[in-house]
C-alpha cells in the first residue's frame, strides 16, 4: 500500500476476526449498503479537494465524451511565457459545488446510520475537535483516569499519521483505535463505522471521537455524533470563534484548554467568552487545565448531564 493511502492502523487484539477485511456482513458494525473497499476512496485527500477520486474520474470519463464542455475553459490569453496544465482549467465553478455536493450527501446518509447504531446501544457519541495541539488528548487521559460515572469509554482516535494518542489513551484505561487519514484533513462518517466494526463500544458507553486537529475541515462532516465539543486553547487567542465561526456555530460545548497558562499570556479569559458567546447559538463554555485538574469536574458533570440510556 503507497504511503498517501490511509493506513487503518486498527490493533489485532481489538479486531473481532482474525483478519483485517472489513466485509462488515455481520453486526456490530452499522450497516451499510456500499462498497467496503475504500482504500481508493481515501487516497489523495485534501482540504481543497474533498475526497472520492472515483467520482472524479467518473466526471472526467464523461468530460472525455463530450469535450466541448469546457471548450470555454480554454478561452482565455495564453500571452504568459509559463507552461501550466490545461487539464486543472476543465473543473467549474459549478461541477465543484455539485461534487462536494455528493460526496457530504453520501456521508451525511452514512452518518445517520452511525447515529442510528449507536442509539440503539445508548452509547454517547462526542466528536471533539480543536486545533492542533489544543489538548484534545491531555483532556480525554485525564478525563478517563477521574472518570466518575459508571460507564466504560471507548475512543476513535483521528490523526493524519502515528499510533501515538491511540496509546495514550489505552495507557490511562480506555480502549481506543486509530484511524490515520494520511493526506486527509478529518475523519468522515464511513471512517467511523469501520472504527466501530473495530472498536465494538459496550453499550451504554462514552464513546469519544478525537478528530484531525484543524478547525476547518471536520466542521461539514457528520460523523454520526450525538454532540460536538470543540476545545480552544488560551494560547491560540481571543479571536478563533469569530475567524473559525462554523466550528463554533455548530458546537454544543466549548472546553477553553491549557487555563493554567493564562497567566504567561496576553490573553484575556471575557474576551474569549465574548468571541465565543458571539458565533455560538446557545453559549457553554467550561475552562480546564488538564495538566492541574481544573475543570474536569464540571466536564464530567456535563457529561453526565448528556447520558442517553438504551
Ligand atoms: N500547560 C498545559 N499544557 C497542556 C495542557 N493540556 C495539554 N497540554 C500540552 O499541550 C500539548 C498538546 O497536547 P495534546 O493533548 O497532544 O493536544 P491534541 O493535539 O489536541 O490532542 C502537549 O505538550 C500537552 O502536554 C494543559 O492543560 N496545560
Ligand atoms: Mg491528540
New binding site residues.
Partial sequence: MSSRYPVWNVPSALLSRDDNDHDHDHDPAPPTDHDNDHDHDHATRTCDDNDHDHDHDHDHATDRDNDNDHNHDHDHDHDHDHDHDHHDHTHTHTETISLEQKVLEKNDLLAERNRQWLAGRGILALNVT?S????????LERTIRELTADRSVAVIEGDQETLL?AERIRAAGARAVQVNTGAGCHLDADMVHRALYALEPESGSLLFI?NV?NLVCPAVYDLGQDVNVV?LSVTEGEDKPLKYPTMFMKADLVLL??I??LVHLDVHLTAIEDAVARVMPNPRMIA?????GTGIDKFQAWLTSHQVFA
Wanted: glycine residues 14%; without cysteine.
Fill in positions: 480543536s492542533p495541539g489544543a489538548g484534545k488528548t491531555t483532556l494518542d478525537e486537529g476545545a484548554t491549557k493554567d497558562l480546564v487545565s488538564a495538566r492541574e
